[in-house]
């Protein structure tokens, strides 16, 4: 069990469209995920933390507005990247913190490439 | 700001031997540490955690070793094998101000056949 998901696996967009990343709790509720961004040889950045039924959290130096995250559901986050740009090409994983527990589960990574 | 960071960026080691991998960080009031293993294009793995008030834990093949006094981290695999290779992270968690997981800086493991 617990198992987390990301869609789409890969996807290229032109800069200044815009991308949505689902990450999604198969057989677990969770009502906080968070987002992390790696680029090529570094290690993985806390973006943001998504709270079920509210406002997610960023980290100091995360646009908001061009990281849009929303948390809909316990099984359910979605990052949008808007506007993208070349910069924004990266690897985005998510991951799912169990309700009522301390386990936090990775999903396999979404790679966005912006062109 | 608070880190987690790693001492070695590389290590290779001889299928069957030992490896070693060590981890320094910042945040005194961690509430536990992790290792994570991530293969290329993956997502990261987890292996093994320790709490802050233990100081060792062992697993299979593994083992993690937390000396509070220095602040240091270390996995411990024992008999390498290929299948190993991949890039450890080592993670610290806290629950101060909301639940977070921080990643160091990461080590790649190579292990030769």
């Known amino acids: 069990g617990a198992v987390v998901s990301q869609h789409p696996s890969r996807v290229i967009c032109k800069s200044g469209t815009s991308v949505k990343i689902e990450c999604r709790s198969l057989?677990?509720?969770?009502?906080?995920m968070f987002w992390y961004r790696q680029f090529p040889k570094q290690s993985l950045m806390l973006m943001a933390t998504?709270?079920?039924?509210?406002?997610?959290?960023?980290e100091q130096g995360v646009e908001k507005d061009k990281f849009l995250i929303n948390h809909a559901s316990l099984t359910l986050s979605t990052l949008t990247v808007t506007s993208a740009h070349p910069e924004d090409s990266s690897f985005y994983i998510c991951?799912?913190?169990?309700?009522?527990?301390?386990?936090?589960?990775f999903g396999p990574g979404t790679r966005l490439t912006v062109t | 700001g608070e880190s987690v960071g790693l001492h070695l960026p590389t290590l290779s080691v001889q299928e069957g031997d030992n490896s070693i991998i060590n981890c320094a960080y910042s945040?005194?009031?961690?509430?536990?540490f992790i290792w994570y293993k991530q293969e290329s294009g993956k997502g990261p793995q987890f292996i093994i955690d320790?709490?802050?008030?233990?100081d060792k834990r062992q697993g299979q093949r593994v083992t993690v070793l937390l000396n509070k006094t220095v602040k240091h981290l270390s996995l411990q695999i024992a008999a390498t094998q290929p299948g190993d290779s991949a890039v450890y992270f080592c993670?610290?968690?806290?629950?101060?101000?909301?639940?977070?997981?921080?990643f160091g800086a990461g080590t790649r493991l190579f292990v030769k056949a």
């Open positions: 998504s709270n079920e039924g509210s406002k997610a959290t960023y």
């Open positions: 945040n005194s009031a961690s509430d536990y």
């Open positions: 057989d677990f509720q969770a009502t906080t």
């Open positions: 320790i709490r802050s008030n233990m």
């Open positions: 991951s799912a913190r169990r309700q009522g527990t301390n386990e936090q589960y």
């Open positions: 993670a610290e968690t806290s629950y101060t101000g909301g639940f977070k997981t921080i």
